[in-house]
């Protein structure tokens, strides 16, 4: 008998901490993917080149590195969207928004990522600093999309030129959708401002180099 009541009171406690994890974990969540469509366009004033460009992919924070939406709900700290990731990471993002935007202007013969096999003249470097949904006090926050760039010139190495870019645009709410429409505003606008500084900065320092 009491064998059969240990058993029955094992059972009992096993069926109950089953109910208590449903109710606190509830079911998985399949997350919702979003892969904005930046608005890529060149400008018909951008010098037409004759030299190549290899870029590479940028660096980036761990916490920007990743398919995770980063909010930053007040100064100096990051979240995450819940049940919400991008397609590409911030990095792919970026890269693709400017090597796309390159390539439309049809201003240089050539440009590719790093290890595609053209040979490059200029390689152009980024570092992400930042890429997150910043309220900054307000109701509904900023898709903020902040790179450093370098462009240098392959046979010596020299840094033909250096700038930071930084875009950010106002989300209609708070909900992810719009967020990441927000986003591919903002990558939009860094892609070409980041693309017309490296054919003006590459043209310069080539011009530079070889006076007429």
Not at 110 to 136: K, N, P
Request: proline share 8%.
């Amino acid at each position: 008998m009491n064998r059969m009541l240990r058993t029955a009171l094992a059972a009992s406690a096993l069926a109950t901490l089953a109910a208590c994890s449903s109710l606190i974990g509830g079911p998985k969540q399949t997350p919702t993917i979003y892969a904005p469509d930046p608005p890529l366009a060149a400008d018909p004033g951008w010098p037409a080149v004759q030299w190549q460009l290899g870029t590479t992919r940028p660096s980036a924070p761990r916490m920007l590195d990743s398919a995770r939406i980063v909010v930053s709900p007040v100064p100096g700290e990051l979240q995450v969207y819940k049940g919400a990731l991008w397609a590409s990471s911030a990095p792919d993002m970026v890269e693709a928004a400017v090597l796309h935007t390159l390539e439309d202007s049809g201003k240089l013969p050539a440009v590719a990522r790093q290890g595609t096999g053209i040979a490059a003249d200029y390689r152009l470097v980024m570092d992400i600093r930042h890429f997150e949904a910043d309220y900054r006090g307000g109701d509904a926050p900023e898709a903020v999309v902040e790179v450093h760039a370098q462009l240098v010139h392959l046979r010596d190495q020299a840094v033909a030129g250096s700038r930071s870019f930084r875009q950010a645009r106002p989300v209609a709410g708070t909900a992810v959708p719009l967020v990441a429409d927000a986003f591919g505003q903002a990558l939009g606008a860094i892609g070409h401002d980041i693309a017309g500084w490296v054919l003006a900065s590459g043209e310069a320092h080539q011009q530079a180099a070889h006076p007429r």
